[in-house]
């Protein structure tokens, strides 16, 4: 099976502006969740979704959205970009339905804010 | 809330030599435990997992063992590579449909 796909794998933008990335997990797989990775605050939940409802959100501000797709496939939206969002984006996916599965993760996009 | 309390690094090693990555957490109810390894620019690799108390992960010569008495998952291998050398995340994941991660742990493994 494909591995779970990330694109586009390096963005750089400039404040004010708004990002949008795009996940494609594994096939057969429901639960799409998003991470963002800095070196000062780590891995950070942003949410996670499962067949098209956000089932959890994490302490982001509302610039940060997303949403999932009827075909499992997500997207994040980041509008009026900050320096401070400058980070890896890390999306995972697991099996249908129960939590404490197993989340695979794709590769990530780089986002650097200028 | 859920967190995970993993050893700071970085740990620096000689090829052979023994390593223990430490982790504990804090959890309500039941999680599930695991390791992932993050090799430079890339994402995130599940190293292995355990998901209930006395159950032991094991893959590519590393293991740990589900403790609930101690809440810990620590991470151990008896031989370490230079191929070994990556970041290192402790996570768990409980009722909340979320991975909640340790700090990481950056390894080095010198030839």
């Known amino acids: 099976k494909a591995g779970v796909t990330q694109t586009p794998r390096y963005l750089i933008k400039t404040r004010g502006q708004q990002v949008t990335l795009s996940c494609s997990p594994i096939s057969g797989h429901r639960s799409v969740s998003w991470y963002q990775q800095t070196p000062g605050q780590g891995l950070q939940f942003l949410f996670e979704y499962f067949s098209e409802t956000q089932r959890n959100k994490g302490n982001f501000p509302g610039r940060f959205s997303g949403r999932q797709f009827s075909n499992s496939r997500s997207e994040m939206n980041v509008s009026t970009l900050e320096l401070g969002d400058s980070a890896l984006y890390l999306c995972?996916?697991?099996?249908?339905?129960?939590?404490?599965?197993?989340?695979?993760f794709g590769p990530g996009t780089r986002l650097l804010v200028l | 809330g859920n967190s995970v309390t993993q050893m700071e690094g970085p740990v620096t090693l000689s090829e052979e030599a023994f390593l223990t990555i430490n982790c504990t957490y804090t959890a309500t109810g039941y999680p599930s435990l695991f390791w992932y390894v993050q090799y430079p620019g890339e994402g995130l690799q599940l190293l292995l997992k355990a998901t209930k108390a006395d159950d032991k992960g094991s893959n590519k010569g590393f293991e740990a063992t589900y403790r609930k008495e101690t809440t810990s998952f620590h991470l151990e291998k008896g031989s370490v590579q230079v191929s070994d050398s990556a970041v290192y995340f402790c996570a768990l994941s409980a009722s909340d449909y979320k991975l909640s991660f340790g700090a990481g742990t950056t390894v080095t493994v010198r030839a």
């Open positions: 995972a996916s697991s099996q249908p339905g129960q939590s404490g599965e197993t989340q695979y």
